[in-house]
């Protein structure tokens, strides 16, 4: 008898662990959502690729934030034979599996044209779309191809609880954000980086922190006005993501646009992972 007891706790302890290396983690499965709508986008064409993967509420820049749904419906494909292609090479993702990130590259026509960023959220059917898809101008090739694995940001090492507490702590984090922006962006952004942020268009997959960030400081103005105006948490309450708008003067004249950032929990408080800054089109003469 304890033979067979021993046998069938082993049996037991082997099942569980073979089921557990068959669930995709949060950041594979959101890997997997970012590679089928790239699959599509080369089997369908972009247009309709973006209308199946994004979300009833989704949003994206043309230029300026609006419904995706609402926006693509207004696009016919022109029959163009080249191909818009992407892949993942930075994804991040909630603990409770029901929010994550992608950023990575992308080419036209095999010629390189941006490195994008995209939030997804898993839906009531289980299904992922994507909430925000945004990039920014690539001119050069991408550090790491389509083939290359990427890299995963670190699970939350806290979470508030719950998507309500979560996102009143992360309001109060853009508050003081944007408080201190007002005085001195780089400053205000080195207090409130993450260990282990990353950048879109970085030029090496090792760069992370503070000090990846430094380059693009210091090509944003030396003070900016922002103002949320959405986002959301996961149920963990260890990962959210908002937007707003941003106004600052370049130049010596006044620019606005929107931000897009990704927040996640941390023992020393909520923290920027991701964080973009998309200028609207200069005012016409």
Known sequence: ???????????????????????????????????????????MGWVDAFKKHAAPDGLQLAPGLVNAQQSLARIKPDGDKAVLFWWPLWVGAARSGDLGFTTGAATYDGK????????????ADGSWKWEFDGGKRAPDPSPAGPDAQPIFLPPAAAAAGSPDKAMAEVKAAETVLAAGAKADLASAYRDALSPHARTIGWTSLSGEGPGAYAETLAGRARTVDF????GEASKAGDLAWTYGDAAWTADGKP????????????PAGWRL?????????????
């Open 112 to 123: 390189p044209l941006t490195h994008y960023f995209t939030v997804w959220k898993k839906q």
């Open 273 to 285: 992972v991701f964080d973009q800054l998309y200028p609207l089109p200069e005012p016409k003469a």
């Open 227 to 230: 103002t949320p105006r959405g």
């Open 255 to 266: 620019r606005t646009g929107h931000y897009v950032r990704i927040w996640q929990d941390s």
């Open 1 to 43: 008898m304890p033979f067979r007891l021993d046998l069938a706790i082993l049996i037991a302890a082997s099942l569980a662990a073979a089921s557990a290396q068959a669930t995709p983690s949060p950041n594979e499965q959101v890997t997997a959502a970012e590679r089928a709508f790239a699959a599509d986008g080369k089997a």
